[in-house]
Nanobody
């Protein structure tokens, strides 16, 4: 089965940090772009960040620029999302998914969704 497995979420105080991991299962990350997304109940899924294994291009939502960093370790078939200076509005279920070659702005065009990992930012 082709999918991602996310981990690293948890409860953290405002200003804290977490590092999320996204491990590909059943395929390699070569020739894919991997995106991180988040969703709160009752809200639409939001694109957070994306990285292309093809050319290394990265992009970020305006709300996380300067705080989040996406990276890829091809040897481990894993994509990371380092999240610093977390805010209560970052609270959501974070998931990753893949798109062919380059990042896409269309969330529905991504595949191999994992179950997600919950991030809760609260004092």
């Amino acid at each position: 089965q082709l999918q991602f497995v996310e981990s690293g979420g948890g409860l953290v105080q405002p200003g804290g940090s977490l590092r999320l991991s996204c491990v590909a299962s059943g395929f390699t990350l070569d020739h894919y772009a991997i995106g991180w997304f988040r969703q709160d109940p009752g809200k639409e899924r939001e694109a957070v960040s994306c990285i292309s294994s093809t050319d290394g291009t990265t992009n970020y939502a305006d709300s996380v620029k300067g705080r989040f960093t996406i990276s890829i370790d091809s040897a481990k078939n894993t994509v990371y999302l380092q999240m610093n200076n977390l805010k209560p509005e970052d609270t959501a279920l974070y998931s990753c998914a893949a798109h062919g070659y380059y990042c896409s702005i269309y969330v529905v065009s991504y595949n191999y969704w994992g179950q997600g990992t919950q991030v809760t930012v609260s004092s």
